[in-house]
Every structure is written in C-alpha cells, then in structure tokens.
C-alpha cells in the first residue's frame, strides 16, 4: 500500500517536473520537445499519453499568456480596431495578426506533409545532434541585427520566416530559435524579432492542442 502510494507521488512528481521545463524552455531560444524528450528517457515516462501531451502544451500555453500578457491584449484591441474602428490607427496590429497567421499556415501544411511521409519521434541521437546544431545557429547568427521594424515586415519575409519556424518540428532545434534567427536575417531588429517569435508560438500551440484532440477523436472512433 506504501509502494503504491510513494510510486504514485513519484509519478506525479515527474509530471510535474515536465510541466515546468516545457514551460521554462517554450519561452527561451531552445528546443523544449528536444529537452522533454531527453527527460522522458531518463525519467522513463510514457510520452505517447494523451493526458500529459495536453498537460504540457497548457503549460506552454500558460508560459507564454503570462510572458506575452501585455502584448497579445494590444494585437487583440488593434485587430478589432481595425476591423471596427480606425483603419490607419490600427493597420499595424491587424497586419501583424495576418502575419501570425501566415507563418502558422505555413507549419501546418508542412506538419501534415511529414505526418503523411511517416516521420515520427526523432531518435536520441539526433535529438542531441540537433541540440548542438541549435546552439551553434544561435551563436553564430545571434549577432546579426537588422534596423526593420515588424511595421515594416511583408507577407515574403513572413513566409520566410514561417518556412523556418518548420525546422523547429524536429526535437532539438528551437521553434522560436529558428524563427529569431530568420528575423534577424531578413532584417528585423532583434528585440523586435523575438518578440514576433513568442507571438508566434501562442497560435501553434493552440493548433497543437486542436490536433491532439481530433487524434484522440479519431482514435476513438477507430476503436468502435
């Protein structure tokens, strides 16, 4: 009864553990998929769970609401000024918002294509691999800098940079490393691009959670 009742802590105690790193790393220029599942192996946790797939993405959703508060209530104000209100006033947070949507576009058609080849999780070498390959990119690229504003972006370096943020499906190369880098080399100013960069995690995530869920559907319905 003591065995079981210690396992079921230490269980929860894991969990946990993986809520706060994937919500440490989701808002830091490194891979929080190539970090968990670095931490699942050693930890030896089932990561084809549904329930803690879930888990960790509200807890990246979370980390990036309560990082990015300030600015995503300013994009929701502009777009709907803008569509409501004041055109020219409001231009900037309603472009921005196409923007997001573009590069969001952009993975999900690319995340479909890899499903469909039969990519799956990467195996732990390359996660490590990809680890160095991240860091090198951001040592080498980070000193760029650009005098462009996201005012001044367009739907090319939009596509540019959502093209990018695809090499952060693979475990160990960062969604929002890849993206900032990108920024940077179209231009962008770097406080600028990293900020489009942590905008852009909030409706991927949010894509992620849907397709975790249609998955559980149709797992369901296969079942029956």
């Not at 989701?26 to 769970?49: K, T």
């Given at each position: 009864?003591?065995?079981?009742?210690?396992?079921?802590?230490?269980e929860?105690l894991?969990?946990?553990?993986?809520g706060?790193?994937?919500?440490?790393?989701?808002?830091?220029?490194?891979?929080s998929?190539?970090?968990?599942?670095?931490?699942?192996e050693?930890?030896?946790?089932?990561?084809?769970?549904?329930?803690?797939?879930?888990?960790?993405?509200?807890?990246?959703?979370?980390?990036?609401?309560?990082?990015?508060?300030?600015?995503?209530?300013?994009?929701?104000?502009?777009?709907?000024g803008?569509l409501?209100?004041?055109?020219?006033?409001?231009?900037?947070?309603?472009?921005?918002?196409?923007y997001?949507?573009?590069?969001?576009l952009?993975?999900?058609?690319?995340?479909?294509?890899?499903?469909l080849?039969?990519?799956?999780?990467?195996?732990?070498?390359?996660?490590?691999?990809?680890?160095?390959?991240?860091?090198?990119?951001?040592?080498?690229?980070?000193k760029?800098?650009?005098?462009k504003?996201?005012?001044?972006?367009?739907?090319?370096?939009?596509?540019?940079?959502?093209?990018?943020?695809?090499a952060?499906?693979?475990?160990?190369i960062?969604?929002?490393?890849?993206t900032?880098?990108?920024g940077?080399?179209?231009?962008?100013?770097?406080?600028?691009?990293?900020?489009?960069?942590f905008?852009?995690?909030?409706?991927?995530?949010?894509a992620?959670?849907?397709?975790?869920?249609?998955?559980q559907?149709?797992?369901?319905?296969?079942?029956?």
């Amino acid at each position: 009864m003591v065995n079981s009742m210690n396992e079921k802590i230490i269980e929860i105690l894991k969990y946990i553990f993986l809520g706060l790193l994937q919500g440490i790393t989701e808002v830091l220029p490194v891979s929080s998929s190539g970090h968990l599942q670095i931490a699942n192996e050693v930890l030896h946790i089932n990561n084809d769970s549904i329930t803690l797939s879930i888990f960790l993405h509200f807890a990246s959703l979370l980390a990036v609401l309560v990082f990015l508060r300030k600015e995503l209530f300013n994009l929701i104000i502009g777009f709907f000024g803008f569509l409501f209100k004041d055109r020219q006033k409001y231009k900037y947070q309603f472009m921005l918002t196409i923007y997001l949507c573009i590069t969001t576009l952009v993975l999900v058609v690319f995340t479909v294509i890899v499903k469909l080849l039969g990519f799956d999780e990467s195996p732990l070498w390359l996660v490590g691999a990809c680890l160095i390959l991240n860091a090198a990119m951001l040592f080498i690229f980070g000193k760029f800098t650009g005098n462009k504003t996201l005012d001044e972006m367009t739907v090319k370096d939009a596509v540019i940079i959502g093209l990018f943020q695809c090499a952060g499906s693979f475990a160990g190369i960062s969604r929002s490393g890849s993206t900032l880098t990108c920024g940077l080399l179209v231009g962008v100013n770097k406080n600028e691009a990293l900020d489009f960069s942590f905008l852009m995690s909030i409706p991927i995530i949010l894509a992620s959670l849907v397709g975790i869920f249609i998955k559980q559907k149709l797992n369901i319905m296969g079942e029956k």
